[in-house]
């Protein structure tokens, strides 16, 4: 955001304000709050893909990052961040007991993509494993 001071000459006063101007779009506020609001959920996310289930979200830096994180309207009680290099990520939700152990908190964890990658390639080694052994046992020729 750029800050703008701005002057209007009212007879026998002069009267000084200061707005905040997004520099991507035409939002305008007098609120360093709002202005910092608006860029983290309108403009600190530059991409959103759905893959399997999983929202995925493009950060260019780590300042968007945090913009993201301060402002996000996502349902969970507490996000937590791994990673602050620019790319893609995605929210891994999860639930723990509160301090208490009387309700349930909910996590939501974004945590760069390629760990979903990694996932998913572990599952497809995990299940050519488990084919291998199937045919072994049934006495199938190796493919």
Same mark, same amino acid.
């Given at each position: 955001?750029k800050k703008?001071?701005?002057? $209007? /000459?009212?007879?026998?006063? +002069?009267?000084? =304000?200061?707005? =905040?101007q997004? $520099?991507?779009?035409?939002?305008?506020?007098?609120?360093?709050?709002?202005?910092?609001? %608006? =860029?983290g !959920?309108?403009?600190?996310? !530059?991409?959103? +893909?759905?893959y399997?289930?999983?929202?995925l @979200?493009?950060?260019?830096?780590? $300042?968007?990052?945090?913009?993201?994180?301060?402002?996000?309207?996502?349902?969970?009680? +507490?996000? /937590?961040?791994?990673?602050?290099?620019?790319?893609?990520? =995605?929210?891994?939700? &999860? +639930?723990?007991?509160?301090?208490?152990? &009387? &309700?349930?908190t %909910? *996590?939501?964890?974004?945590?760069? #993509?390629?760990?979903? *990658?990694?996932? @998913?390639?572990?599952?497809?080694a995990?299940?050519?494993?488990? #084919?291998? !052994?199937l045919? $072994?046992? @049934?006495?199938?020729?190796?493919?």
């Amino acid at each position: 955001m750029k800050k703008i001071i701005r002057a $209007e /000459d009212i007879p026998a006063q +002069r009267v000084e =304000y200061e707005e =905040y101007q997004c $520099e991507i779009c035409d939002f305008v506020t007098s609120s360093l709050q709002s202005a910092e609001e %608006h =860029y983290g !959920k309108t403009h600190a996310v !530059k991409d959103r +893909r759905n893959y399997g289930g999983n929202q995925l @979200l493009f950060f260019e830096t780590k $300042e968007d990052i945090l913009a993201w994180h301060d402002w996000t309207d996502e349902l969970y009680d +507490r996000i /937590d961040v791994k990673g602050f290099e620019p790319g893609w990520y =995605y929210i891994n939700a &999860c +639930r723990e007991p509160c301090d208490h152990g &009387c &309700c349930t908190t %909910h *996590i939501g964890e974004l945590t760069p #993509a390629a760990y979903l *990658i990694r996932d @998913l390639e572990e599952q497809v080694a995990c299940l050519s494993f488990q #084919a291998l !052994k199937l045919r $072994e046992l @049934l006495g199938l020729p190796k493919e």
